[in-house]
């Protein structure tokens, strides 16, 4: 079973930069697609951006420009790097992962961790 954990979530003033961490067990980090999705208070989760082995494949409208994604193939670690953040970007953060970046992006992932907490404020 994949094995994923979130880091790196806080509180920033809009414009402001945060990089979460998805440290991911080996097998997950190389054969499985991954992604950040995020879910603020009261409204539905929505996915942010996908990834396979750290390379982008998809972000979502309301972040492209803004965010982006990398790897550290040693660590199997996936980043997301969120710049000029703004209140809307506050909710919690999720790494997920499955092996079809359809189901990932479009349906729900097989695999989840926790989530970490991001607070902007405006």
């Known amino acids: 079973q994949a094995k994923l954990v979130e880091s790196g979530g806080g509180s920033v003033q809009a414009g402001g930069t945060l990089r979460l961490s998805c440290a991911a067990d080996?097998?997950?980090?190389?054969?499985?697609?991954m992604g950040w999705f995020r879910q603020a208070p009261g409204k539905e989760r929505e996915p942010v951006a996908r990834?396979?082995?750290?390379?982008?494949?998809a972000f979502a409208d309301s972040v492209k420009g803004r965010f982006t994604t990398s790897g550290d193939d040693a660590r199997k670690t996936l980043y997301l790097q969120m710049e000029n953040l703004k209140p809307e970007d506050t909710a919690i953060y999720y790494c997920?992962?499955?092996?079809?970046?359809?189901?990932?992006?479009?349906?729900?992932?097989?695999?989840w961790g926790q989530g970490t907490q991001v607070t902007v404020s405006g």
């Open positions: 080996p097998y997950t980090y190389t054969y499985m697609y």
């Open positions: 997920a992962a499955d092996t079809s970046p359809s189901k990932l992006w479009f349906e729900n992932a097989t695999y």
């Open positions: 990834a396979f082995q750290g390379a982008a494949k």
